[in-house]
């Protein structure tokens, strides 16, 4: 059993940085991949970026390539999301994950944190 606690959302600029943290408890982290997905107003949830148990592998959505950069610390069992350049279309609920697998070629999660909030005004 994994549990997930995202922090670091607020209020920024359009171009302005932000990094997002997810801590979890529960010793199986490493053994986890973990992502974070965004949900916007009335939008569906979506998938935002992946990394390995290892932190060897990445995988983005293609509007965040180059600007948002995932990372992990498995001996502080924590995941991390620095975004960059941040765009008004980036606001959403962002929700850190751990276990993701494709289903229907679509990522979802077995664990999942509460969301943080990304406001970024134009």
């Known amino acids: 059993q994994v ?3 995202a922090s670091g959302g607020g209020l920024v600029h359009a171009g302005d940085s932000l990094r997002l943290s997810c801590a979890a408890s529960g010793r199986t982290f490493s053994s986890y991949s973990m992502g974070w997905f ?3 107003p009335g939008k569906e949830r979506e998938f935002v970026a992946r990394i390995n148990w290892s932190g060897t592998n990445t995988d983005y959505r293609e509007a965040v390539k180059g600007r948002f950069t995932i990372s992990r ?3 502080k069992n924590t995941g ?3 975004m960059n350049s941040l765009k008004p279309e980036d606001t959403a609920v962002y929700y850190c994950a751990a276990d993701l697998t494709t289903v229907r070629s679509r990522w979802d999660a077995r664990y999942w944190g509460q ?3 990304v406001t970024v005004s134009s």
């Open 3 to 5: 549990q997930l606690v």
């Open 38 to 40: 965004r949900q916007a």
């Open 73 to 75: 610390d498995n001996a």
């Open 80 to 82: 991390y999301l620095q």
């Open 115 to 117: 969301g943080t909030q």
